[in-house]
């Protein structure tokens, strides 16, 4: 029998802090599990398949990001679901918009500009709340020399120190458009520190763990445990494989926007 799909693309935002990420795992609760669980009981049926536009990490959060529904035999009265959708979804995770497409659109392989934020301070230790949204060190940090290292990871270069457990199939070379730390005055709260920062990072696709791992040798810059001539040695593997094991928690991670060519 001839199958009829619609096609529907839904922008979303959610807090990561207590799922395992977006992937559906078998044992854990992840976001994907929530997702399709609400628009199968909205829906009343589970003739439906849903796409994600990339997969974050446990504790990762999105302000900004898209998913592909498929939708089987009858298309979707948008009016009436939308609404449901957003109801029945836990109250971490919101849709934004949907909109119908067509078959040709295909939400993995499409091009697209992905902007990633990571949140952190150092000094004082913060406020329990803040853990949902930034990491904390104790120790001081030279935030100068760290602004000069991140703009080190601008333009093409093989990362594969910044993969963490790459396949063979894995393509390790890639390209950062911007990459930035500054004072964070994105995200705010009363219980924040008066003083966080934010390390900003554009590009097509990301490695696994690979902005985490850029954070982590970032903060080892500010530390004074490496210094830029590492970094730009981690940035030539074919010179010298440097493998790095800093991998900061996902829960400072913000997937900020995604933005399709």
Not at 74 to 80: G, S, Y
Not at 179 to 207: D, H, M, W
Request: proline share 5%; aromatic share 14%.
């Amino acid at each position: 029998m001839f199958r009829k799909r619609f096609y529907y693309i839904i922008q979303l935002q959610y807090l990561g802090f207590r799922y395992h990420g977006w992937q559906k795992q078998p044992t854990v609760n992840t976001l994907q599990r929530m997702v399709e669980r609400t628009v199968a009981y909205v829906l009343e049926h589970k003739n439906f398949k849903v796409l994600a536009a990339g997969r974050t990490d446990a504790k990762v959060s999105v302000n900004q990001t898209y998913i592909e529904l498929f939708v089987d035999h009858q298309p979707l009265e948008i009016k009436d679901f939308f609404p449901l959708f957003n109801q029945n979804l836990p109250q971490d995770i919101r849709g934004l918009s949907i909109e119908e497409t067509d078959e040709q659109f295909n939400i993995i392989q499409s091009p697209k500009i992905k902007e990633y934020l990571y949140i952190f301070s150092f000094g004082e230790k913060f406020h329990p709340f803040c853990a949902p949204f930034m990491y904390n060190t104790t120790e001081n940090l030279n935030i100068p020399l760290m602004q000069k290292g991140a703009k080190l990871f601008e333009g093409k270069h093989n990362f594969r120190s910044y993969c963490h457990r790459p396949s063979a199939h894995t393509i390790l070379e890639g390209e950062i458009v911007h990459c930035e730390i500054k004072r964070n005055t994105v995200y705010t709260a009363n219980f924040f520190p008066e003083e966080s920062y934010l390390l900003q990072v554009k590009g097509e696709g990301f490695k696994r763990n690979q902005i985490r791992l850029m954070m982590g040798a970032l903060l080892d810059l500010g530390k004074g445990k490496i210094d830029l001539d590492f970094i730009l040695k981690t940035l030539n593997p074919e010179a010298e494989e440097i493998l790095l094991e800093h991998i900061v928690p996902g829960s400072g991670l913000v997937l900020n926007s995604v933005e399709f060519k």
